[in-house]
C-alpha cells in the first residue's frame, strides 16, 4: 500500500466564509497599527472583528554550534509581567533579506555570527487577532562576539545543549511559541539527519 504524503490527509481548503463590509484604523504608532472591520460573520450576522497588523516580520533564530548547544535568551516580557527564555528573536523590515534581518537579530542579542543560514518554518503566531507572521531560521558556522541589545532590553544569555532546550519546551518552561516551535522542529530536523540524538 502507497502511503500519503503528509498534506494529502487533510482535506480542500474551504473559501472564506467572511465578508468585510468596511476597515478603519483605530490605533497605529512605529510598530502595530489596529483596525477594526465591520463584518458579515459565517452564520450570516453583522459583527466586527479587530485585525493588529505589525509594521514588521517576525524572525527568530535557533543558533548551534558544532557541540550540539544552542543560546537562549532570558528577558522580562512587558505586556505578560512575566520573565521568559526565548530563541534570540525580533522584528524585521519586511524589504528586507529575511536571513540578513535575522543574522542583525542574532547579532544583537548574543553577539554571534553565523556561515550557514537555513529557513526552518513559517508561523502565524496567533491567528486569531493578528496578521503576524514569522519565520524561524537555523545559523549554524557560529562565531562569538559581543551583543548590543536595544535599549529597551535587558537580556541574560544561557548556552545549553540544544536536547536540554527542547526538553524545557516539553517540561513547559519555554512558553513563547516562536521559541517552542523553533526548538522543536530544529531538534526534529537535526535527528532525522542524523546530528542530535533523540
Given amino acids: 500500500m502507497r502511503h500519503k504524503r503528509p498534506a494529502d490527509w487533510l482535506p480542500a481548503p474551504e473559501p472564506n466564509p467572511w465578508v468585510r463590509r468596511q476597515s478603519t484604523q483605530i490605533y497605529g504608532n512605529p510598530w502595530i497599527s489596529v483596525r477594526e472591520d465591520q463584518v458579515v460573520r459565517p452564520d450570516g450576522s453583522p459583527g466586527i472583528y479587530g485585525v493588529v497588523e505589525p509594521a514588521g516580520i517576525a524572525l527568530g533564530v535557533v543558533p548551534v554550534d558544532e557541540e550540539g548547544f544552542t543560546w537562549l535568551v532570558g ?3 512587558y505586556p505578560l509581567d512575566h ?9 524585521g523590515d519586511p524589504e528586507m533579506d529575511p536571513a540578513a ?19 526552518v518554518m513559517t508561523l502565524h503566531t496567533s491567528n486569531c487577532f493578528t496578521s503576524e507572521k514569522a519565520l524561524i531560521f537555523l545559523a549554524t558556522g557560529l562565531q562569538p562576539g559581543s551583543a548590543r541589545p536595544d535599549g529597551d532590553e535587558r537580556l541574560q ?4 545543549p ?26 526534529l530536523l537535526l535527528e532525522r539527519r542524523g546530528i542530535l540524538d533523540s
Fill in 75 to 77: 528577558q522580562f516580557r
Fill in 162 to 187: 540544544l536536547s536540554a532546550a527542547r526538553d524545557l519546551v516539553l517540561e513547559g518552561m519555554i512558553t513563547d511559541a516562536m521559541s517552542a516551535a523553533g526548538l522543536l522542529r530544529v531538534s
Fill in 83 to 91: 520573565y521568559s527564555w526565548e530563541i534570540p528573536e525580533g522584528g
Fill in 101 to 119: 534581518e535575522a543574522a542583525r537579530e542574532l547579532r544583537e542579542e548574543t553577539g554571534l555570527q553565523a556561515d550557514h543560514w537555513e529557513p
Fill in 157 to 160: 544569555l544561557c548556552r545549553l
